[in-house]
């Protein structure tokens, strides 16, 4: 259900400056929003549908904070030099200069590959020519969700062998 409700994009966040930065951005929001939903003086006919306990309203106030920046962040990671993200049928793939856009249909496989430290484990697709591209080491933020994200819609594409 968690896929269903959350955001229609997958992206992993660089273990570099720039991650940390957005992490640390997307808190200091949360803590600002939280402020405010403690400090806020409430509409009365929100705590009247509440019961009147003006405590439940500030609770589902911060919720809804927690789940839109959750909802949020993965799009701002998008956006990061390094980060790699698929949103619908696109993956975009960070590279010198230009970010390369990659659509599924030209994908023919997502893998894992061992490399020499301090990577160990890459994210890799082969494209339909036939070249390899790598994604992003295993152990970023988000780069699971991506590989299964990835390994779905490829294998959604195939045709299923018949019996």
């Given at each position: 259900?968690?896929?269903?409700?959350?955001?229609?994009?997958?992206?992993?966040?660089?273990?570099?400056?720039?991650?940390?930065?957005?992490?640390?951005?997307?808190?200091?929001?949360?803590l600002?929003?939280?402020?405010?939903?403690?400090?806020?003086?409430?509409?009365?006919?929100?705590?009247?549908?509440?019961?009147?306990?003006?405590?439940?309203?500030?609770?589902?106030?911060?919720?809804?904070?927690?789940?839109?920046?959750?909802?949020?962040?993965?799009?701002?990671?998008?956006?990061?030099?390094?980060?790699?993200?698929?949103?619908?049928?696109?993956?975009?793939?960070?590279?010198?200069?230009r970010?390369?856009?990659?659509?599924?249909?030209e994908?023919?496989?997502?893998?894992?590959?061992?490399?020499?430290?301090?990577?160990?484990?890459?994210l890799?697709?082969?494209?339909?020519?036939?070249?390899?591209?790598?994604?992003?080491?295993?152990?970023?933020?988000?780069?699971?969700?991506?590989?299964?994200?990835?390994?779905?819609?490829?294998?959604?594409?195939?045709?299923?062998?018949?019996?």
């Open positions: 259900m968690g896929a269903l409700l959350g955001p229609p994009i997958h992206a992993a966040r660089p273990l570099d400056w720039t991650g940390t930065l957005t992490v640390a951005a997307s808190w200091v929001v949360v600002l929003a939280a402020l405010t939903v403690v400090l806020v003086r409430l509409p009365a006919a929100w705590v009247r549908v509440a019961f009147g306990s003006p405590e439940l309203v500030r609770v589902v106030l911060a919720l809804v904070v927690l789940v839109v920046v959750a909802w949020v962040r993965p799009f701002v990671v998008a956006r990061l030099p390094r980060a790699p993200s698929l949103l619908l049928g696109t993956l975009t793939l960070p590279g010198r200069g970010r390369q856009r990659v659509r599924i249909v994908i023919a496989r997502v893998d894992l590959q061992v490399r020499p430290p301090p990577l160990f484990e890459v890799v697709v082969e494209l339909a020519d036939g070249t390899t591209r790598e994604v992003c080491p295993i152990d970023w933020p988000g780069a699971g969700g991506l590989y299964r994200a990835l390994a779905k819609r490829i294998a959604k594409r195939r045709p299923q062998p018949s019996t």
